[in-house]
């Protein structure tokens, strides 16, 4: 694990660059601390720019930091989900989180001294990845992938929209939101290797927070 | 490590493991200085005497220190 004064050097060192793919202001932002607890960022301002998001995370020293899938109107309301339709949910992309022990190919765990990672798990990842891009293609085309800091990559689909599976209905935005994901997840998971329980309910979940591109993961060290 | 952004699916079928752990890779660029995370500092006694008057009492500027981090 990372010690707070080097997460604090590596926000302040290196200018944080997420790539304009992201709307920043729409986002609600989380970070997690060292002590366990999961802060709110819009709760100090209530639409982040790229720089209070850097400030910040100089400041409080997070491990891990977490942006949500949906973009809201007011992302500073966002919290328990029966009250997130007075957040007003505008859209937002689809994420997939693959993971390497998805489908373990057998091989000896070689953990390199320098990294700690097993290389061979990362590169199943990899496979796995370019894998579920393919079949996501057939759908969308607008993807961005990110490496997760541990054993994989989520895979980012920014062009997916609700109302390709779903009618809106006024008053049950997220539910609007929540059967689109799951249609369109059953769709993947039919094709692909990288949905288990888990993986299943986090991705139908509009509520979802996914690590924001280019932070640090402070737990891999 | 960095949660890095890697790009699209061209992009991953290009890029090579090792060379994305060498990017991601943070502990020796930003290790910064020696830091205690988990109350070891209390064990080791540095802080026993800090902000203490001779009968045990935490000075009130030492309090608001404590208060103030983190």
Known sequence: ????????????????????????????????LSDGRFVKLNKFVNRLSIRDLQ?????????HVYFSVLNWLFPERVGKKYKARYCVP??????????????????????????????????????????VC????????????????????HV?????HYKDWTKYRQEKPIWCHQTARFKFTRLLQKQTFVFD???????????????????LNGKKG | MICKYVGGREDLERLSISELLEECMTFSKF????????????????????????????????????????
């Open chain 1, 55 to 63: 400030f910040y995370c100089w400041k409080l020293k997070p491990l």
């Open chain 1, 90 to 131: 505008l859209n937002g992309e689809y994420v997939v989180d693959v993971d390497s022990y998805m489908m373990l190919f057998k091989h000896e765990h070689k953990l390199d001294p320098e990294w700690h990672v097993c290389q061979e798990c990362l590169d199943i990842s990899k496979r796995l990845t370019l894998q």
């Open chain 1, 134 to 153: 393919e079949v996501i293609e057939n759908y969308y085309s607008k993807l961005a992938i990110v490496f997760s800091g541990r054993l994989g990559f």
């Open chain 2, 31 to 70: 290790q910064g200085y020696p830091e205690p995370l988990d109350g070891s500092h209390k064990k080791l006694g540095f802080q026993s005497s800090l902000g203490k008057n001779r009968n045990g009492a935490v000075k009130k500027s030492a309090k608001n220190t404590a208060r103030a981090t983190w």
């Open chain 1, 156 to 160: 980012h689909v920014l062009d997916f």
């Open chain 1, 197 to 215: 329980k888990a993986h299943f309910i986090v991705s139908v979940d509009p509520m979802r927070i996914v690590t924001v591109p280019n932070t």
């Open chain 1, 1 to 32: 694990m990372l010690s707070p004064s080097g997460i604090a050097s590596f926000y302040i060192d290196s200018p944080l660059k997420i790539p304009n793919l992201w709307k920043l202001s729409r986002r609600h932002f989380r970070v997690m």
